[in-house]
């Protein structure tokens, strides 16, 4: 159909941890596992990502932030989901109000 589905990029995570015992843990595969790695990121911790699906949690009790470089020649940011756990958006109650986000309605600020 020519539409581009997801953008072939690499990406590069690099951690900030509020406390100094804190961590996060960053499950990297695709969908056949020929990459399937589980890594622990901790303060200034660098995760690097070649490709497939990549989530992040953070261990309880910890304010874990990242800040995520992309590289590629798709200029796009189109991505797509593990269809094995999609179904956790149907639990969602809404958005954090903690997080704020930008929004299209945002445009005009």
Known sequence: ???LLEAKLEEIYFYKIDKPQ???IQ???TDDRSLNELAEARNNDVVLIPKGYHPVVAGHGYNVYYLNFLAGS???LMSSDDPDHKWIYGTWKGMDPRVPLVT???NDL
Do not use: E, I, L
């Open 1 to 3: 159909s020519g539409k």
């Open 22 to 24: 804190g961590f996060a």
């Open 27 to 29: 499950k990297v595969y």
């Open 74 to 76: 798709d200029q796009s």
């Open 104 to 106: 299209r309605d945002m």
